[in-house]
Protein backbone atom coordinates (compact mmCIF):
# COMPACT_ATOMS: atom_id res chain seq x y z
CA UNK A 1 0.00 0.00 0.00
CA UNK A 2 1.29 3.67 -0.62
CA UNK A 3 2.42 5.41 1.93
CA UNK A 4 2.31 9.13 2.04
CA UNK A 5 5.56 11.44 3.94
CA UNK A 6 7.81 14.42 4.48
CA UNK A 7 10.67 15.45 4.53
CA UNK A 8 13.10 18.60 3.58
CA UNK A 9 12.19 18.50 0.12
CA UNK A 10 8.27 18.37 0.08
CA UNK A 11 6.10 15.38 -0.02
CA UNK A 12 6.69 11.98 -1.55
CA UNK A 13 4.71 8.61 -2.18
CA UNK A 14 6.60 5.88 -1.36
CA UNK A 15 5.07 2.62 -2.98
CA UNK A 16 6.17 -1.34 -3.84
CA UNK A 17 5.71 -2.60 -7.14
CA UNK A 18 4.26 -5.81 -7.89
CA UNK A 19 8.32 -7.41 -8.26
CA UNK A 20 8.81 -5.98 -4.92
CA UNK A 21 10.77 -3.08 -5.76
CA UNK A 22 9.92 0.05 -3.51
CA UNK A 23 9.79 3.40 -5.42
CA UNK A 24 9.03 7.16 -4.41
CA UNK A 25 7.80 9.68 -5.86
CA UNK A 26 8.58 13.47 -4.68
CA UNK A 27 5.50 15.75 -5.13
CA UNK A 28 6.55 19.60 -4.70
CA UNK A 29 4.45 22.32 -3.94
CA UNK A 30 1.21 20.33 -3.17
CA UNK A 31 -0.26 20.40 0.58
CA UNK A 32 -0.64 17.26 2.36
CA UNK A 33 -4.47 16.65 1.48
CA UNK A 34 -3.33 16.67 -2.28
CA UNK A 35 -0.52 14.43 -1.39
CA UNK A 36 -2.77 11.57 0.05
CA UNK A 37 -5.07 11.90 -2.63
CA UNK A 38 -2.27 11.15 -4.88
CA UNK A 39 -0.98 8.31 -2.89
CA UNK A 40 -4.70 7.09 -2.89
CA UNK A 41 -4.48 6.92 -7.08
CA UNK A 42 -0.85 5.74 -7.30
CA UNK A 43 -2.22 2.53 -4.71
CA UNK A 44 -4.55 1.69 -7.50
CA UNK A 45 -2.21 2.29 -10.38
CA UNK A 46 0.01 -0.18 -8.06
CA UNK A 47 -3.09 -2.81 -7.84
CA UNK A 48 -3.91 -2.50 -11.58
CA UNK A 49 -0.68 -3.20 -12.51
CA UNK A 50 0.08 -6.50 -10.24
CA UNK A 51 -3.58 -8.18 -10.77
CA UNK A 52 -3.82 -7.00 -14.55
CA UNK A 53 -6.82 -5.39 -14.35
CA UNK A 54 -8.07 -2.08 -15.88
CA UNK A 55 -7.97 0.53 -13.30
CA UNK A 56 -11.28 2.27 -11.72
CA UNK A 57 -13.39 5.05 -13.93
CA UNK A 58 -12.25 7.72 -10.96
CA UNK A 59 -8.41 7.13 -11.21
CA UNK A 60 -8.89 6.60 -15.23
CA UNK A 61 -10.26 10.36 -15.37
CA UNK A 62 -7.40 11.59 -12.56
CA UNK A 63 -5.04 10.55 -14.84
CA UNK A 64 -6.25 11.87 -18.01
CA UNK A 65 -6.66 15.31 -16.10
CA UNK A 66 -3.44 15.75 -14.74
CA UNK A 67 -0.24 17.72 -15.79
CA UNK A 68 2.44 16.25 -18.19
CA UNK A 69 5.03 16.61 -15.57
CA UNK A 70 3.15 14.02 -12.91
CA UNK A 71 2.79 12.25 -15.80
CA UNK A 72 6.32 11.61 -16.41
CA UNK A 73 7.18 11.09 -13.08
CA UNK A 74 4.03 8.15 -12.96
CA UNK A 75 5.58 6.55 -16.20
CA UNK A 76 9.27 6.85 -15.23
CA UNK A 77 8.17 4.43 -12.45
CA UNK A 78 6.50 1.91 -14.76
CA UNK A 79 3.25 2.61 -13.27
CA UNK A 80 1.18 4.27 -16.66
CA UNK A 81 2.86 4.20 -20.12
CA UNK A 82 4.27 7.58 -21.78
CA UNK A 83 1.82 9.80 -23.52
CA UNK A 84 2.52 10.15 -26.84
CA UNK A 85 3.25 13.59 -28.06
CA UNK A 86 2.03 14.80 -30.52
CA UNK A 87 4.44 16.52 -33.41
CA UNK A 88 4.37 20.76 -33.81
CA UNK A 89 3.46 19.98 -37.61
CA UNK A 90 1.02 17.47 -37.16
CA UNK A 91 -0.71 19.82 -34.83
CA UNK A 92 -0.84 23.46 -36.46
CA UNK A 93 -2.28 20.94 -39.90
CA UNK A 94 -4.71 19.78 -37.87
CA UNK A 95 -5.60 23.11 -36.06
CA UNK A 96 -5.26 24.97 -38.93
CA UNK A 97 -7.68 22.86 -40.66
CA UNK A 98 -10.64 23.12 -37.87
CA UNK A 99 -10.83 26.23 -38.85
CA UNK A 100 -12.27 27.14 -35.29
CA UNK A 101 -10.81 30.07 -32.83
CA UNK A 102 -10.06 29.14 -29.50
CA UNK A 103 -13.74 30.60 -27.88
CA UNK A 104 -15.30 27.82 -30.87
CA UNK A 105 -16.26 30.30 -33.86
CA UNK A 106 -15.62 29.65 -37.33
CA UNK A 107 -12.39 31.29 -37.99
CA UNK A 108 -12.37 34.24 -40.47
CA UNK A 109 -10.60 33.67 -44.02
CA UNK A 110 -8.00 36.70 -43.97
CA UNK A 111 -7.66 34.77 -39.90
CA UNK A 112 -6.85 31.53 -41.41
CA UNK A 113 -4.21 33.23 -43.48
CA UNK A 114 -2.65 34.54 -41.39
CA UNK A 115 -2.41 31.20 -39.04
CA UNK A 116 -1.35 29.22 -42.19
CA UNK A 117 1.35 32.19 -41.93
CA UNK A 118 3.07 31.63 -39.13
CA UNK A 119 2.26 27.37 -39.50
CA UNK A 120 5.07 28.14 -42.27
CA UNK A 121 7.33 29.50 -40.29
CA UNK A 122 7.27 27.45 -37.15
CA UNK A 123 7.82 24.23 -39.48
CA UNK A 124 11.04 25.99 -40.88
CA UNK A 125 12.02 26.98 -37.62
CA UNK A 126 11.31 23.76 -35.72
CA UNK A 127 11.47 20.86 -37.80
CA UNK A 128 10.81 17.29 -37.04
CA UNK A 129 9.71 18.86 -33.26
CA UNK A 130 7.00 17.50 -30.81
CA UNK A 131 4.99 20.11 -28.52
CA UNK A 132 6.90 19.29 -25.68
CA UNK A 133 10.31 19.36 -27.61
CA UNK A 134 10.10 22.97 -27.28
CA UNK A 135 11.20 25.38 -24.29
CA UNK A 136 10.82 28.67 -23.50
CA UNK A 137 14.26 29.00 -24.62
CA UNK A 138 13.50 27.73 -28.17
CA UNK A 139 11.10 30.34 -28.55
CA UNK A 140 13.48 33.08 -27.22
CA UNK A 141 15.79 31.74 -30.02
CA UNK A 142 12.59 31.85 -32.50
CA UNK A 143 12.14 35.64 -31.59
CA UNK A 144 15.70 36.25 -31.95
CA UNK A 145 15.71 34.48 -35.50
CA UNK A 146 12.74 36.73 -36.51
CA UNK A 147 14.64 39.98 -35.14
CA UNK A 148 17.25 38.61 -38.17
CA UNK A 149 15.06 39.11 -41.33
CA UNK A 150 13.26 41.77 -42.83
CA UNK A 151 9.84 41.52 -40.98
CA UNK A 152 8.43 44.68 -39.13
CA UNK A 153 7.56 44.57 -35.22
CA UNK A 154 4.41 44.14 -35.88
CA UNK A 155 4.78 41.07 -38.06
CA UNK A 156 6.86 39.46 -36.09
CA UNK A 157 4.83 39.88 -32.64
CA UNK A 158 1.99 38.62 -35.11
CA UNK A 159 3.73 35.91 -35.87
CA UNK A 160 4.64 35.14 -31.84
CA UNK A 161 0.98 36.22 -31.13
CA UNK A 162 -0.27 32.89 -33.29
CA UNK A 163 2.68 30.50 -31.99
CA UNK A 164 1.25 31.81 -28.44
CA UNK A 165 -2.28 30.75 -29.46
CA UNK A 166 -0.93 27.61 -30.88
CA UNK A 167 0.35 26.46 -27.55
CA UNK A 168 -2.27 27.56 -25.33
CA UNK A 169 -4.46 25.38 -27.21
CA UNK A 170 -2.16 22.72 -26.89
CA UNK A 171 -1.81 23.28 -23.03
CA UNK A 172 -5.74 23.03 -23.03
CA UNK A 173 -5.91 19.41 -24.54
CA UNK A 174 -2.93 18.25 -21.60
CA UNK A 175 -0.71 18.00 -24.26
CA UNK A 176 2.16 20.33 -23.01
CA UNK A 177 2.40 21.64 -19.25
CA UNK A 178 3.78 25.82 -20.26
CA UNK A 179 3.43 28.08 -22.93
CA UNK A 180 6.89 28.48 -24.31
CA UNK A 181 5.87 31.49 -25.71
CA UNK A 182 3.86 33.07 -23.11
CA UNK A 183 6.34 35.66 -21.95
CA UNK A 184 7.03 36.66 -25.44
CA UNK A 185 5.54 40.13 -26.48
CA UNK A 186 2.85 39.87 -29.23
CA UNK A 187 1.05 42.90 -28.70
CA UNK A 188 0.76 45.20 -31.55
CA UNK A 189 2.33 48.24 -31.50
CA UNK A 190 0.69 51.46 -33.26
CA UNK A 191 2.62 52.84 -36.27
CA UNK A 192 1.75 56.00 -37.73
CA UNK A 193 4.89 56.71 -40.05
CA UNK A 194 2.90 54.95 -42.87
CA UNK A 195 0.15 57.50 -42.01
CA UNK A 196 -1.47 59.19 -45.55
CA UNK A 197 -4.25 61.72 -45.21
CA UNK A 198 -5.86 61.50 -48.93
CA UNK A 199 -7.69 64.80 -49.61
CA UNK A 200 -10.99 65.18 -50.97
CA UNK A 201 -9.94 66.84 -53.64
CA UNK A 202 -7.64 64.15 -54.89
CA UNK A 203 -10.10 61.85 -54.05
CA UNK A 204 -13.22 63.10 -56.26
CA UNK A 205 -9.93 62.86 -58.71
CA UNK A 206 -9.59 59.29 -58.36
CA UNK A 207 -13.49 58.61 -58.03
CA UNK A 208 -13.36 60.44 -61.72
CA UNK A 209 -10.77 58.06 -62.98
CA UNK A 210 -12.52 54.89 -62.08
CA UNK A 211 -13.88 53.09 -65.27
CA UNK A 212 -17.23 52.11 -64.63
CA UNK A 213 -19.37 52.82 -61.67
CA UNK A 214 -18.97 50.22 -59.53
CA UNK A 215 -15.50 51.04 -59.42
CA UNK A 216 -16.82 54.29 -58.75
CA UNK A 217 -18.74 53.42 -55.72
CA UNK A 218 -16.19 51.46 -53.88
CA UNK A 219 -13.80 54.23 -53.72
CA UNK A 220 -16.61 56.26 -52.05
CA UNK A 221 -17.53 53.45 -49.57
CA UNK A 222 -14.03 53.05 -48.69
CA UNK A 223 -12.51 56.91 -49.10
CA UNK A 224 -16.52 58.72 -47.99
CA UNK A 225 -18.30 56.00 -46.10
CA UNK A 226 -15.55 54.53 -43.90
CA UNK A 227 -15.65 50.98 -44.66
CA UNK A 228 -12.94 48.48 -44.53
CA UNK A 229 -11.89 46.32 -47.53
CA UNK A 230 -14.09 43.58 -47.32
CA UNK A 231 -16.88 44.97 -45.84
CA UNK A 232 -18.32 46.53 -49.39
CA UNK A 233 -18.94 42.66 -50.50
CA UNK A 234 -21.35 42.32 -47.72
CA UNK A 235 -24.21 44.92 -48.44
CA UNK A 236 -27.10 44.72 -49.53
CA UNK A 237 -29.14 47.06 -50.99
CA UNK A 238 -32.35 46.05 -48.46
CA UNK A 239 -29.67 47.35 -46.06
CA UNK A 240 -30.25 50.96 -47.58
CA UNK A 241 -32.00 52.93 -45.39
CA UNK A 242 -32.93 55.58 -48.02
CA UNK A 243 -35.62 57.76 -46.11
CA UNK A 244 -33.04 57.78 -42.91
CA UNK A 245 -29.68 58.16 -44.56
CA UNK A 246 -27.85 55.43 -43.43
CA UNK A 247 -26.70 52.53 -44.21
CA UNK A 248 -25.98 48.55 -42.28
CA UNK A 249 -22.78 47.24 -42.88
CA UNK A 250 -22.03 43.89 -42.17
CA UNK A 251 -18.55 43.37 -39.96
CA UNK A 252 -16.98 40.32 -40.41
CA UNK A 253 -13.72 41.03 -38.94
CA UNK A 254 -15.66 41.93 -35.49
CA UNK A 255 -18.90 39.86 -35.79
CA UNK A 256 -17.43 37.30 -33.00
CA UNK A 257 -17.61 40.70 -30.09
CA UNK A 258 -20.64 40.99 -28.66
CA UNK A 259 -23.05 43.30 -30.54
CA UNK A 260 -20.17 44.05 -33.40
CA UNK A 261 -21.61 42.23 -35.99
CA UNK A 262 -22.88 45.26 -37.88
CA UNK A 263 -22.83 48.91 -37.65
CA UNK A 264 -24.75 52.13 -39.12
CA UNK A 265 -22.81 54.12 -41.55
CA UNK A 266 -24.35 58.10 -43.10
CA UNK A 267 -24.93 57.82 -46.73
CA UNK A 268 -24.84 61.97 -47.23
CA UNK A 269 -21.28 61.60 -48.99
CA UNK A 270 -21.97 58.35 -51.30
CA UNK A 271 -25.13 59.24 -52.44
CA UNK A 272 -24.40 60.69 -55.66
CA UNK A 273 -22.31 57.37 -56.42
CA UNK A 274 -25.04 54.65 -54.74
CA UNK A 275 -27.94 56.32 -56.54
CA UNK A 276 -26.23 55.96 -59.72
CA UNK A 277 -25.57 52.51 -58.99
CA UNK A 278 -29.24 51.82 -57.91
CA UNK A 279 -30.56 53.00 -60.88
CA UNK A 280 -28.13 50.62 -62.92
CA UNK A 281 -28.34 47.81 -60.89
CA UNK A 282 -29.97 44.45 -62.98
CA UNK A 283 -33.81 44.21 -61.73
CA UNK A 284 -33.74 42.26 -58.59
CA UNK A 285 -30.26 42.27 -57.70
CA UNK A 286 -29.64 41.96 -53.89
CA UNK A 287 -25.72 42.68 -54.14
CA UNK A 288 -24.88 46.26 -54.39
CA UNK A 289 -20.96 45.45 -55.64
CA UNK A 290 -21.37 42.61 -58.15
CA UNK A 291 -17.82 42.52 -59.92
CA UNK A 292 -16.30 40.77 -57.42
CA UNK A 293 -16.46 38.87 -54.58
CA UNK A 294 -15.07 38.06 -51.18
CA UNK A 295 -12.46 35.52 -52.82
CA UNK A 296 -11.37 38.33 -54.53
CA UNK A 297 -8.45 39.72 -51.98
CA UNK A 298 -6.13 41.27 -54.41
CA UNK A 299 -8.04 44.35 -55.36
CA UNK A 300 -4.58 46.35 -55.31
CA UNK A 301 -3.64 45.20 -58.13
CA UNK A 302 -6.50 46.86 -60.50
CA UNK A 303 -6.71 49.73 -58.04
CA UNK A 304 -3.01 50.53 -58.53
CA UNK A 305 -3.87 50.74 -62.59
CA UNK A 306 -6.73 53.01 -61.51
CA UNK A 307 -4.32 55.17 -59.09
CA UNK A 308 -1.64 55.15 -62.00
CA UNK A 309 -4.40 56.52 -64.53
CA UNK A 310 -5.19 59.69 -61.96
CA UNK A 311 -1.54 60.85 -61.75
CA UNK A 312 -1.25 60.16 -57.77
CA UNK A 313 1.29 58.18 -56.34
CA UNK A 314 0.65 55.10 -54.37
CA UNK A 315 -0.01 55.52 -50.64
CA UNK A 316 1.59 53.22 -47.85
CA UNK A 317 -1.71 51.53 -47.26
CA UNK A 318 -4.22 51.45 -49.84
CA UNK A 319 -7.41 50.74 -48.17
CA UNK A 320 -6.73 51.44 -44.60
CA UNK A 321 -5.15 54.81 -45.10
CA UNK A 322 -8.58 55.61 -47.00
CA UNK A 323 -10.70 54.95 -44.32
CA UNK A 324 -8.81 56.70 -41.97
CA UNK A 325 -8.58 60.05 -44.28
CA UNK A 326 -12.74 59.16 -43.82
CA UNK A 327 -12.73 58.78 -40.33
CA UNK A 328 -9.98 62.45 -39.72
CA UNK A 329 -12.76 64.22 -41.68
CA UNK A 330 -15.87 63.05 -39.90
CA UNK A 331 -13.68 64.22 -36.98
CA UNK A 332 -12.56 67.41 -38.43
CA UNK A 333 -16.66 68.45 -39.08
CA UNK A 334 -17.21 68.81 -34.93
CA UNK A 335 -18.55 65.23 -34.75
CA UNK A 336 -18.33 64.02 -31.31
CA UNK A 337 -15.09 61.11 -31.52
CA UNK A 338 -17.92 58.62 -29.58
CA UNK A 339 -19.90 58.55 -32.59
CA UNK A 340 -17.49 58.51 -35.40
CA UNK A 341 -15.76 55.21 -33.69
CA UNK A 342 -19.25 53.69 -33.80
CA UNK A 343 -19.81 54.95 -37.58
CA UNK A 344 -15.78 53.49 -38.43
CA UNK A 345 -16.82 50.35 -36.50
CA UNK A 346 -14.08 50.20 -33.41
CA UNK A 347 -13.16 52.34 -30.14
CA UNK A 348 -12.39 55.73 -29.34
CA UNK A 349 -8.82 53.92 -28.05
CA UNK A 350 -7.75 52.28 -31.50
CA UNK A 351 -9.30 56.12 -33.56
CA UNK A 352 -6.66 57.80 -31.52
CA UNK A 353 -3.71 55.59 -31.80
CA UNK A 354 -4.45 54.52 -35.45
CA UNK A 355 -6.53 55.93 -37.62
CA UNK A 356 -7.23 59.97 -36.50
CA UNK A 357 -4.04 61.87 -38.34
CA UNK A 358 -2.84 65.11 -38.27
CA UNK A 359 -1.99 66.13 -41.52
CA UNK A 360 -0.76 69.62 -43.71
CA UNK A 361 -4.19 70.70 -43.97
CA UNK A 362 -5.05 70.99 -40.04
CA UNK A 363 -2.13 73.49 -39.93
CA UNK A 364 -3.81 75.16 -42.73
CA UNK A 365 -7.38 75.15 -41.81
CA UNK A 366 -5.66 76.27 -38.09
CA UNK A 367 -4.07 79.06 -39.37
CA UNK A 368 -6.96 80.39 -41.63
CA UNK A 369 -8.81 80.18 -38.50
CA UNK A 370 -6.45 82.72 -37.15
CA UNK A 371 -6.06 85.05 -39.48
CA UNK A 372 -9.79 85.40 -39.26
CA UNK A 373 -9.69 85.52 -35.65
CA UNK A 374 -7.08 88.17 -35.72
CA UNK A 375 -9.22 90.41 -38.81
CA UNK A 376 -11.77 89.75 -35.85
CA UNK A 377 -9.63 90.99 -33.21
CA UNK A 378 -8.71 94.22 -35.24
CA UNK A 379 -12.44 95.51 -36.12
CA UNK A 380 -13.09 94.39 -32.48
CA UNK A 381 -9.81 96.62 -31.02
CA UNK A 382 -10.97 99.42 -33.56
CA UNK A 383 -14.62 99.81 -32.39
CA UNK A 384 -13.52 99.20 -28.52
CA UNK A 385 -10.54 102.37 -29.37
CA UNK A 386 -14.12 104.69 -31.10
CA UNK A 387 -16.31 103.77 -28.38
CA UNK A 388 -13.04 104.95 -25.11
CA UNK A 389 -12.76 108.04 -27.64
CA UNK A 390 -16.83 108.67 -27.65
CA UNK A 391 -16.64 108.37 -24.02
CA UNK A 392 -14.12 110.80 -23.28
CA UNK A 393 -15.43 113.48 -25.55
CA UNK A 394 -18.73 112.98 -23.53
CA UNK A 395 -16.62 113.34 -20.44
CA UNK A 396 -14.75 116.20 -21.44
CA UNK A 397 -17.78 118.18 -22.83
CA UNK A 398 -19.53 117.39 -19.21
CA UNK A 399 -16.21 118.30 -17.58
CA UNK A 400 -16.11 121.57 -19.51
CA UNK A 401 -20.01 122.44 -18.86
CA UNK A 402 -18.93 122.34 -14.91
CA UNK A 403 -16.27 124.60 -15.21
CA UNK A 404 -17.78 127.20 -17.24
CA UNK A 405 -20.85 126.81 -13.93
CA UNK A 406 -17.82 126.98 -11.68
CA UNK A 407 -16.28 130.04 -13.82
CA UNK A 408 -19.48 131.82 -14.06
CA UNK A 409 -19.90 131.57 -10.17
CA UNK A 410 -16.29 132.59 -9.57
CA UNK A 411 -17.24 135.99 -11.74
CA UNK A 412 -20.51 136.15 -9.74
CA UNK A 413 -18.65 136.17 -6.49
CA UNK A 414 -15.93 138.92 -7.92
CA UNK A 415 -18.74 141.03 -9.01
CA UNK A 416 -20.48 141.13 -5.73
CA UNK A 417 -17.04 142.17 -4.58
CA UNK A 418 -16.28 145.04 -7.13
CA UNK A 419 -19.95 145.82 -6.60
CA UNK A 420 -19.86 146.58 -2.70
CA UNK A 421 -22.90 148.67 -1.79
CA UNK A 422 -20.02 151.50 -0.46
CA UNK A 423 -19.28 152.24 -4.21
CA UNK A 424 -22.12 154.35 -5.29
CA UNK A 425 -23.80 153.99 -8.79
CA UNK A 426 -22.26 156.06 -10.98
CA UNK A 427 -21.98 156.78 -14.72
CA UNK A 428 -18.46 154.91 -14.74
CA UNK A 429 -20.46 152.45 -12.45
CA UNK A 430 -23.35 151.84 -14.05
CA UNK A 431 -24.29 147.88 -12.61
CA UNK A 432 -23.39 149.11 -8.83
CA UNK A 433 -26.35 148.22 -6.64
CA UNK A 434 -28.81 150.27 -5.25
CA UNK A 435 -27.24 151.17 -1.51
CA UNK A 436 -29.01 148.83 0.50
CA UNK A 437 -30.78 150.91 3.65
CA UNK A 438 -29.39 147.99 5.99
CA UNK A 439 -26.17 148.38 5.17
Not at 89 to 115: C, H, I, P, Q, S
Not at 339 to 356: C, M, P, R
Amino acid sequence: MASVGKDSKGYRVLFVMPDGVTKTIRLTGLNKSKAEAIGRHVDELCSAKGSGQPIDRQTALWLAGIGQGLHDKLANAGLVARRSSSGLAAFMAEYVGEGRTTAGRDAANATRLKWVSTQRILDKFFPGKTLRDISADDASRFRRWLDAGTASENTKRKHVSVAKMFFNVARRRKLVDENPFEFEKAAILPNRSRDFYLSRPNALKLIESCPDTEWRLLVALWRFAGLRKMEVFQLRWEHVLWDQGRMLVTCPKTAHHEGKGSRFVPIGDILPWLEQAFHEAAEGSERIITRFTETNVNLGKPFNVILQRTGLTRWPKLFQNMRASCETDWLDSGISAHVVATWIGHSVKIQNQNYAQVDDHHFEKFNAMASRRQESDKVASQVARQTCEMARTAENSENSTEENASLFASFRTSAGVCCHPDWPRRESNPYAPVRDPGF
